[in-house]
């Protein structure tokens, strides 16, 4: 029993890595409030799971608002642009998917390519200025081709993304029976699972950005 709750024990590790999930997706709420910041709030968000992922020391709260106040001006200005961006991508595949042309099926797919490729960019330059800690301009142009390389990948991460939004699916008991989940995990189970996914694709390509504090 003692072995089970030690704090080597494969279930201490799972309880703590819950923990440290709820204090996040938490956190990412709250920071979110003002929406023009849910760009820096994902960031901070990145940082957290990029850090639990490599093991680098404790996560904290403390941590994580840290990497906010760091990046919240950069990736706050990218979140809004690309937002922006993205809006007017969406409003004009629904318009070509309501038009009667020939056409319409293959214009409506190319701006959900258009779409696909510009989420590609921004969580690349979200995951970069969560390692980094500040933009370059080299930054914009290495995402746009790594988002263009790695098209598939960010499909499955354009999914993964959206997929906090399947809440407003849900009917309203059913909402209501999940709201602690939604409070506690809903956004950074699936922002941890793109994060793992973000560095399997970064390291290789920034393997700098991707060495543990100690091997520095």
Not at 15 to 40: E, K, R, W
Not at 84 to 96: E, G, P, T, Y
Not at 157 to 178: D, K
Request: aromatic share 14%.
């Amino acid at each position: 029993m003692k072995r089970l709750f030690s704090q080597d024990s494969n279930l201490f590790r799972l309880l703590q890595m819950l923990m440290n999930l709820a204090i996040m997706n938490v956190l990412f709420l709250l920071t979110s409030i003002p929406v023009i910041t849910i760009g820096a709030a994902y960031t901070a968000l990145l940082s957290c799971a990029f850090d639990l992922l490599m093991e680098e020391g404790e996560f904290s709260a403390k941590f994580f608002l840290k990497k906010f106040r760091m990046i919240w001006k950069p990736a706050s200005l990218i979140g809004i642009i690309g937002f922006i961006v993205l809006a007017i991508l969406s409003h004009h595949a629904v318009l070509f998917f309501r038009y009667e042309s020939s056409v319409r099926l293959i214009a409506a797919g190319l701006y959900i390519a258009l779409f696909i490729w510009v989420v590609g960019i921004l969580i690349c330059q979200f995951a970069l200025l969560a390692r980094k800690g500040c933009w370059e301009k080299a930054m914009l142009k290495d995402s746009a081709l790594l988002a263009l390389a790695k098209f598939p990948a960010f499909i499955v991460i354009l999914l993964l993304t959206l997929s906090p939004l399947t809440v407003f699916m849900m009917s309203a008991s059913f909402l209501i029976s999940m709201v602690p989940v939604v409070i506690l995990f809903w956004i950074a189970c699936p922002a941890f699972v793109c994060g793992w996914i973000m560095k399997r694709i970064l390291e290789k390509i920034y393997p700098n950005l991707f060495k543990k504090r100690d091997e520095e």
